[in-house]
């Protein structure tokens, strides 16, 4: 069975920084991070490669938040730098088959998301 377990969570100021981490058990594959703002649709914010080859932004966070992973721990991290308060958001991973890029019915196992608040 697989798990996926978000954590970093929490409050950061306005144009500070905050990792978040995601733990997938089980298996190795794409990944994405996504968030959904209150009234809001869930959207994609980064995803990154089995490999960790290649990575995919959405332009709101492109320059700002860097994704990686470390398959040696089943790990993957999202850095938010230069946060925005357009940021607060509940964040979540998920694991896919078959993309690291935005299309979320290719995403599989979810988290159960993460809350982050920005504070102006």
């Known amino acids: 069975q697989v798990h996926v377990v978000e954590s970093g969570g929490g409050l950061v100021q306005a144009g500070g920084s905050l990792r978040l981490s995601c733990v997938a058990s089980g298996r190795t594959y794409h990944m994405g991070w996504f968030r959904q703002a209150p009234g809001k649709e869930r959207e994609f914010v980064a995803g990154?490669?089995?490999?960790?080859?290649?990575?995919s932004y959405a332009d709101s966070v492109k320059g700002r938040f860097t994704i990686s992973r470390d398959n040696a721990k089943n790990s993957v991290l999202l850095q938010m730098d230069s946060a925005q308060p357009d940021d607060a958001a509940v964040y979540s991973c998920a694991d896919s088959k078959v993309t690291w890029k935005s299309y979320q019915h290719h995403y599989g196992y979810w988290g159960q998301g993460i809350q982050v608040t920005v504070s102006s």
């Open positions: 990154i490669s089995a490999s960790a080859g290649q990575t």
